[in-house]
């Protein structure tokens, strides 16, 4: 087993989809492939070549723990979840709107255009809920404001809320076919978004904003979630422990609350669980370069800072 360099450049080609870039050779010469019983393979984007069983990368980062596949009891794990509980999985999305890029698909927007919370009927007993009830769904953080839809089609102990709706303005202005008008206020650290107005038909070269029959258009679930960074790769893990009850007096269909502070102290407590570079870096860099970035900074920007410099 052997690794294949060539100081030839690498050719144009049609795939716009990024690939990691494992470090080239001491000469500089980039990495095309692998030789394995005198055949010359393309082999796998990673150091070795292969495709890692063992991640040596894990090891000399710090989390030789995880340089073997194991089972990781996430923050939402049964064990970690108090009795009054539940996975909100927030990841769900119902296959026809795509993040706000359809937004503005007028026939999309007719087919969904609404994110009612999936609950179990032998949940939504227990709550004495029923279809087009409004429940409050409250994070760490703070809680929005949804109607329930009972159904069977979603297990028993997690709940799901659609993402790609609930978008807001704070006036007229703007998109007008899924898109509510709001009010934003604070006291302190505490944040509330109320609905002001749906949408309703508008007049346009368009015909069909005259026929817009629909007032709703969802709940944004996201502004109650606080910021968990993955300890090891930095991504958000989405999916939140709540607490769902029957929506309280004064409650409102697309309420949203959210203490900014609580936000804060969340995030420095998985920033705690974090190895930071300064302390684990085997190289004096910020994180691995060989692996994947859609938009990949020069490799002197991976230097961590020296202690001069920080004085500075």
Request: proline share 7%; charged share 25%.
């Amino acid at each position: 087993f052997g690794r294949i360099y060539t100081k030839a450049p690498k050719p144009a080609s049609t795939n716009i989809v990024p690939i990691p870039s494992p470090d080239p050779d001491a000469e500089g010469r980039r990495l095309v492939g692998v030789q394995v019983d005198g055949q010359i393979l393309r082999g796998f984007p990673t150091p070795s070549g292969r495709l890692e069983f063992y991640s040596r990368t894990l090891t000399d980062w710090g989390w030789a723990e995880y340089s073997l596949p194991t089972y990781i009891k996430s923050h939402i794990h049964r064990e970690r979840l108090a009795t009054d509980e539940t996975v909100l999985i927030s990841t769900f999305r119902l296959p026809v709107q795509i993040h706000t890029r359809s937004a503005n698909a007028k026939w999309l927007d007719e087919i969904a255009h609404t994110n009612p919370l999936w609950i179990h009927p032998s949940h939504a007993s227990r709550l004495s809920v029923q279809t087009g009830d409004l429940v409050r769904v409250e994070t760490e953080i703070g809680y929005f404001v949804v109607r329930a839809w009972v159904t069977e089609g979603i297990r028993p102990d997690v709940v799901a809320c659609s993402h790609h709706m609930g978008r807001w303005k704070l006036s007229d202005e703007g998109q007008r076919q899924l898109m509510a008008t709001v009010s934003l206020a604070h006291e302190g650290s505490e944040w509330g978004l109320k609905r002001q107005r749906g949408v309703a038909p508008y007049e346009t070269s368009d015909s069909d904003t005259l026929r817009i029959w629909w007032t709703d258009v969802g709940v944004h679930q996201n502004l109650t979630f606080p910021v968990h960074p993955d300890p090891v790769s930095g991504m958000h893990c989405w999916h939140q422990a709540v607490r769902v009850k029957r929506a309280e007096v004064g409650d409102k269909y697309g309420d949203i609350s959210v203490d900014t502070q609580k936000s804060r102290e969340a995030y420095k407590r998985w920033l705690g669980l974090t190895r930071p570079a300064d302390t684990h870096s085997p190289d004096g860099t910020r994180r691995p370069y060989w692996l994947l970035r859609p938009l990949k900074p020069a490799r002197e920007f991976y230097r961590l800072p020296e202690e001069k410099e920080l004085v500075s």
